[in-house]
């Protein structure tokens, strides 16, 4: 069963911008540290950025300075602002509790597919 809902992808051009949202009706995102990851097929989900409980963001080495993450705790919402987007950014974002080891996660979303291409 799905807990997690994303939407915002879309294609891109090189050098351009989108942001994500996630949304759940099963987890309150202000109780918890929540994160962004993505996935290309046949590579493993990565972790892109997340955010603690109380609105602490850490990133990723290779989206730092690009990617911005946040939450709207009246709208249990996250966020993923993403700049200056390039080739290699194009993979399938889902949103899910932080977890080191995404692959031990439970209850993806259908994730949104973000391309990035002229």
């Known amino acids: 069963q799905a807990w997690f809902a994303e939407s915002g992808g879309g294609l891109v051009q090189p050098g351009g911008s989108r942001t994500l949202s996630c949304t759940s009706s099963?987890?309150?995102?202000?109780?918890?540290?929540m994160a962004w990851y993505r996935q290309v097929p046949g590579i493993e989900r990565e972790l892109v950025a997340h955010i603690t409980d109380d609105d602490r963001p850490r990133y990723a080495d290779f989206v730092k300075g690009r990617f911005s993450i946040s939450k709207d705790n009246v709208k249990n919402t996250v966020s993923l602002q993403m700049n200056s987007l390039n080739s290699e950014d194009t993979a399938a974002y889902y949103c899910n509790y932080y977890s080191d080891i995404p692959r031990y996660l439970h209850n993806w979303g259908q994730g949104t597919q973000v391309t990035v291409s002229s």
């Open positions: 099963q987890v309150v995102f202000s109780r918890t540290t």
